[in-house]
């Protein structure tokens, strides 16, 4: 027995080194592969940023990617190359340039998107024997009108227009440079048409069944243009998105949304019409954006009556302050959600819109201004972060009261669990050294950011007086309710009429002008800021706004 397990031993040891026999008639050769300049795998690809639209154009430069250990041009005639993306081949050329518009027709590109790209290859590949060496690629396709691009609403004779400057990086020579480009009157280019009346305001709004990157409205004395901001087609008027039609008299003068803060949990985004005549008017959109029309009838507040005339600045998805002139108080537009159903496991929740009116007041008389005061701004604010956080919120007014020789400041609370007034005891109250009117512009940050630059804007507060521009410097301290007004340290050819900050990290302030003439500045410096760019739009700046993705963090201009 033993022999035999012997046998079958010694018989599979000896069929197993014959597997390993190699008695084929092979040939083998050094493979010769190219030094890639960097990893260029999944974890770390070739990075290509490409923008659509007329004279937009993709470089592609294979070879800035690699070099040759050897001959390098006798190994260029042993191979061939491959650019491929979403795994449709574009080209086989080293280097070349195509039209943006023509490579996204190419791969079949139906959607642009804000923050994700698409995965593609760049391989070298040996002609004799096939062998291809891949490097990844991962490619930003970025709309005509991208994340970071500023709209420019600005009166043009009669007319209004919306111009859009890109900040943009090139190839130049060799090297990459950063600059600006200026496209004037899109939307008259794109649509054909003109649009008409003075222009007032461009509204930002979340709406994703418009686009990735939301819709803009076009506001004027006119008209309402509802347009995507990745392509700047016109697709509604604000006139026709009325459940029952548009109400009698309809005059718009200011809009405002309140974006979606709880979308997982269905909420949608509110919108927030005032009309001329102080009426206020509302929208509630489902969370998919598939449904949701403004209500023909007025917002019913409460048996006052009220007569909006000012729709505040908030961050993204928090309360709107506004002023009610008939009954001198502010009252704050909001969303709230209301469980429908039998029980705690058969409910559904519904979001509505929402008005309050403060009630009570504690230094700012929130609830009942002074007869004759004169609302100049509102704002949510962030300065006082201790205590006012998650539910609690702060907010500002620039008011003239008549018994006062200078606009007043003052900063009141609204605890969005009560829905009422807020006091903690460290708000600020303060005089301005000089009393505003109307004509000044303000701007105000109210972000949630932790940047170095963000964080200094929530302690700065901007205004105008005629072509200069002042700021408030409130105390970083909490406990230390000290103010200073400070000059901005600029240049500016004409009387401002809009102010807009970068909203990602406030580390730029756009200002535009009666003349036209907009600026930019870096403001990391606060006392020394440099201008970037300045450009002449040929009439006067009504809006200036910059496009991006918001998070709840960000002010929501």
Not at 131 to 159: C, H, K, M, Q
Not at 339 to 366: A, C, F
Not at 394 to 400: G, I
Not at 411 to 439: I, M, Q, T, Y
Request: charged share 25%; hydrophobic share 35%.
């Amino acid at each position: 027995m033993k022999s035999i397990r012997l046998y079958i031993i010694l018989f599979l040891f000896g069929l197993l080194t014959g597997c390993f026999e190699d008695e084929g008639n092979y040939s083998y050769e050094e493979i010769n592969p190219p030094l890639w300049s960097d990893n260029f795998n999944t974890s770390s690809p070739k990075r290509i940023l490409a923008y659509a639209g007329d004279g937009e154009v993709m470089k592609f430069r294979g070879s800035k990617m690699f070099t040759w250990e050897t001959d390098s041009a006798m190994r260029a005639e042993e191979v061939r190359y491959e650019w491929k993306i979403k795994g449709v081949v574009i080209s086989e050329e080293l280097d070349f340039d195509m039209p943006t518009d023509e490579v996204v027709k190419k791969i079949g590109l139906t959607r642009y998107s804000n923050d994700m790209g698409e995965w593609g290859t760049f391989s070298v590949i040996e002609k004799k024997t096939g062998i291809t060496f891949p490097a990844r690629l991962f490619v930003y396709f970025y709309p005509p009108f991208a994340p970071n691009d500023w709209f420019i609403l600005s009166e043009n004779g009669g007319n209004s227009k919306v111009s859009v400057i890109s900040p943009r990086t090139v190839l130049e020579n060799g090297k990459e440079t950063f600059n600006y480009k200026l496209k004037e009157d899109v939307y008259a280019t794109i649509n054909g048409h003109d649009i008409p009346g003075k222009p007032k305001d461009l509204v930002m709004e979340t709406s994703r069944d418009v686009s990735a990157g939301g819709a803009c409205v076009i506001l004027t004395d006119q008209v309402a243009y509802e347009v995507n901001v990745q392509n700047m087609m016109k697709v509604d008027e604000v006139k026709d998105q009325f459940l029952d039609g548009a109400p009698a008299d309809f005059k718009i003068a200011a809009m405002r949304e309140k974006a979606p803060s709880s979308p997982s949990f269905g909420e949608g985004s509110a919108s927030f019409i005032v009309t001329e005549d102080g009426r206020l008017f509302t929208r509630m959109r489902s969370a998919n954006y598939l449904v949701g029309k403004y209500l023909t009838e007025p917002y019913y507040i409460d048996a006052n009556g009220y007569e909006i005339t000012m729709l505040g600045h908030s961050t993204y998805g928090q309360n709107i302050p506004c002023y009610d002139a008939k009954n001198r108080r502010i009252v704050m537009a909001t969303t709230w959600r209301e469980d429908v159903g039998e029980d705690m496991y058969n409910k559904t929740s519904v979001y509505k819109t929402r008005v309050i009116p403060l009630k009570r007041h504690q230094t700012v008389p929130v609830s009942e201004f002074a007869e004759g005061t004169e609302m100049l701004y509102l704002s949510q604010k962030h300065h006082i972060p201790f205590f006012y956080d998650g539910t609690t919120l702060l907010f500002t007014a620039y008011y003239n009261d008549p018994n006062y020789p200078a606009t007043l400041v003052g900063d009141f609370g609204f605890d969005n669990r009560s829905a009422s007034f807020h006091f903690n005891g460290f708000e600020r109250w303060f005089r301005l050294p000089v009393k505003l009117d109307a004509s000044s512009v303000f701007l105000v940050s109210s972000n949630y950011r932790s940047s170095t630059y963000a964080e200094d804007a929530k302690y700065r507060d901007f205004y105008s007086v005629g072509n200069e521009l002042y700021f408030v410097q409130r105390a970083a301290d909490w406990m230390d309710t000290s103010v200073r007004f400070l000059k901005f340290n600029a240049t500016i050819p004409s009387k401002i009429t809009s102010l807009a900050y970068a909203f990602f990290d406030l580390d730029q302030l756009w200002i535009g002008c009666e003349d036209g003439t907009i600026q930019a500045y870096d403001i990391r410096n606060i006392n020394s800021p440099v201008l970037l760019f300045e450009k002449n739009v040929g009439g006067k700046v009504a809006s200036i706004k910059q496009i991006g993705w918001h998070t709840t963090s960000h002010d929501w201009y």
